[in-house]
């Protein structure tokens, strides 16, 4: 079975950086999209970022031009750096993937436990 395991979360103050990852596990042969998604209890889940498999990325407008996701498919992990955070981006931040092939076939819709991020003063 496919896992997802961030990793990075932490107190930052506002206009600080943090580097989230987020590493599969589980013989795996590759990902598809790989997603970064937060949730927090004043905001609904939100999309925050994917990256294909070719490496193509998509953000929120809430986060263009401060986050950047990337991805290492030879370590089946994904990463998101995060810049210039602001209080509003408080949240749990999960990882997620959409399909995963592996020796058993695929998994769709793999999610990983999440990292909280805090943002304050």
């Known amino acids: 079975q496919v896992q997802l395991v961030e990793s990075g979360g932490d107190l930052v103050q506002p206009g600080g950086s943090l580097r989230l990852s987020c590493a599969a596990s589980?013989?795996?042969?590759?990902?598809?999209?790989l997603g970064w998604y937060r949730h927090s209890p004043v905001k609904q889940r939100e999309l925050v970022a994917q990256?294909?498999?070719?490496?193509?990325?998509t953000y929120a407008d809430s986060v263009k031009g401060r986050f950047a996701s990337s991805r290492d498919s030879a370590k089946n992990t994904v990463y998101l750096r995060m810049n210039s955070l602001k209080p509003e981006d408080t949240a749990v931040y999960y990882c997620?993937?959409?399909?995963?092939?592996?020796?058993?076939?695929?998994?769709?819709?793999?999610w990983g436990q999440g990292t909280q991020v805090t943002v304050s003063s």
């Open positions: 997620n993937a959409d399909r995963v092939a592996t020796m058993r076939g695929y998994e769709y819709n793999v």
């Open positions: 990256v294909t498999s070719g490496g193509s990325t």
């Open positions: 589980g013989s795996i042969f590759s990902t598809n999209v």
